[in-house]
């Protein structure tokens, strides 16, 4: 049974009782400015040992950020006598989550809804609304790599962190948890048609039949997906998470090329399509340099354009 931890309103009290229920937190500045690390794990000085932050043996633990998370009482204890007013950050990935991360501000609520439209509406879950009037949905982790901002105004966080109520946003709204201060640890998985396709299970979910508009004949029809609609980044991003192992290549080359085109029309950000496609190709397995060249050249070959 999934039982609700009551939260606390002030930031020392909420941090402990996250952490008396398992949720590994650290502190976050106001202004997010990290902590300093010890002279072993600071790059600019002269002390530096070379490691990675999961590999950390200084002893010192408050260095690396996020990495520093704890459920010790303790340390949270001193750290939040220490600074009262920090806010509350908890690793995703760290703790069992992936979180989808709606930013209205850049366009999140309707990329929101282009995504309902083709996956079907994401199954409910723990909410959080950020002080910022943004929206937190937090899935359990899929112990895959996702790609870091898919879509505009929408982050897929896993490697990196969130700020827990009642931490206090930038404009100076508080984190809260969607109907009341309870926190539910996510139990629901993440939505397995938000997965590379590579990691989906082998049966997959139904699907609506208008991902159908994703098999793009030759011709005419190529600057939108059949239907007639407009080709938007996240029909891009779609289509190169979708491709087959052995079509990744030419998926994401195709994609360039309506990106490059849609783009000279005024028709597309060719930078969001750029940013988008970069992450998916990251996690479909391609490697930056692969997909950087693809993306220019998608630019330089108009004539090459359409050989999907
Ligand atoms: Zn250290
Ligand atoms: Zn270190």
């Known amino acids: 049974m999934n039982v609700g931890i009551r939260i ?26 990290p902590y300093a690390n010890c002279p072993r794990c600071d790059k600019q000085s002269s002390l530096y040992i070379q490691h990675r932050p999961e590999g950390c043996q200084c002893g010192v633990p408050t260095c690396h950020g996020f990495w520093a998370a704890t459920t010790d009482p303790t340390l949270i204890h001193r750290w939040w006598k220490e600074e009262p007013d920090a806010n509350i950050g908890a690793p995703c990935k760290i703790n069992g989550w992936a979180v989808l991360d709606v930013d209205p501000r850049n366009g999140g609520t309707k990329s929101l809804q282009a995504l309902e439209n083709r996956v079907g509406v994401l199954p409910g879950t723990t909410m959080q609304v950020t002080g910022g009037d943004g929206l937190h949905m937090l899935y359990r982790s899929p112990g895959y790599d996702l790609p870091g901002e898919p879509f505009p105004g929408i982050d897929f966080k896993h490697n990196g962190y969130i700020l827990l109520a009642p931490s206090l946003h930038a404009s100076g709204g508080r ?22 396709r590579k990691e989906r299970p082998a049966a997959p979910v139904a699907r609506p039949a208008v991902r159908s508009r994703f098999v793009i004949p030759g011709g005419r029809t190529q600057g939108r997906p059949r239907g007639g609609r407009m ?7 779609q289509h190169v998470m979708d491709a087959s192992e052995g079509n990744r290549n030419n998926a994401f080359f195709f994609a360039a090329c309506r990106a490059h085109e849609l783009s000279e029309q005024g028709l597309l950000d060719l930078h969001e399509a750029c940013a988008g496609l970069m992450s998916a190709a990251a996690s479909v397995g391609l490697t930056e340099s692969e997909a950087r060249a693809s993306f220019d050249s998608a630019a330089t070959r108009p004539g090459d354009r359409g050989a999907a």
Not at 178 to 192: C, D, I, K, R, S
Not at 231 to 237: N, R, S
């Open 175 to 196: 984190y809260q948890w969607a109907g009341g201060p309870e926190f539910f640890p996510p139990t629901t998985a993440w939505p397995a048609a938000l997965l590379p």
């Open 8 to 33: 606390p309103a002030d930031l020392p009290a909420a941090a402990a009782a996250y952490a008396a229920a398992g949720i590994k937190v650290f502190r976050v500045r106001r202004n997010k400015a």
């Open 231 to 237: 080709w938007v980044v996240p029909d891009l991003v």
